[in-house]
């Protein structure tokens, strides 16, 4: 049974700079796609970034290209996520996901393990 669990969430004024971390247990995820997901209050889900097994590839959400950085270290079954400049509407609950397949999918419904989430606040 895979695990996620997300750290690295908190309190940081506009313009501040943030690094996620999600560490999987359970079995290694050195052959699988994954992604980081957030949702705002009232809002759906939606795709942030995502990576694929061996982080050649990614993909990332236009509102926040150029100011996040998805990598991993599959020696330490772990992703990260690196946001710079944070506006106000970044704030949500951040998700990490894990698919049974080595390339990443930018569609939620197509990743297998969730983890429960690390608040992201910005605001002065």
């Known amino acids: 049974q895979v695990q996620l669990v997300e750290s690295g969430g908190g309190l940081v004024q506009p313009g501040g700079s943030l690094r996620l971390s999600c560490v999987a247990s359970?079995?290694?995820?050195?052959?699988?796609?994954m992604g980081w997901f957030r949702q705002a209050p009232g809002k759906e889900r939606e795709l942030v970034a995502t990576?694929?097994?061996?982080?050649?590839?990614?993909y990332y959400a236009d509102s926040v290209k150029g100011r996040f950085t998805i990598s991993r270290d599959n020696t330490k079954n772990t992703l990260y996520l690196g946001m710079n400049s944070l506006p106000p509407d970044d704030t949500a609950v951040y998700y990490c996901a894990a698919r049974q397949f080595r390339n990443y999918n930018i569609d939620a419904r197509f990743y297998e393990y969730w983890g429960q989430g690390t608040q992201v606040t910005v605001s002065s």
């Open positions: 990576i694929n097994w061996n982080g050649a590839s990614t």
């Open positions: 359970g079995r290694t995820l050195s052959s699988s796609g």
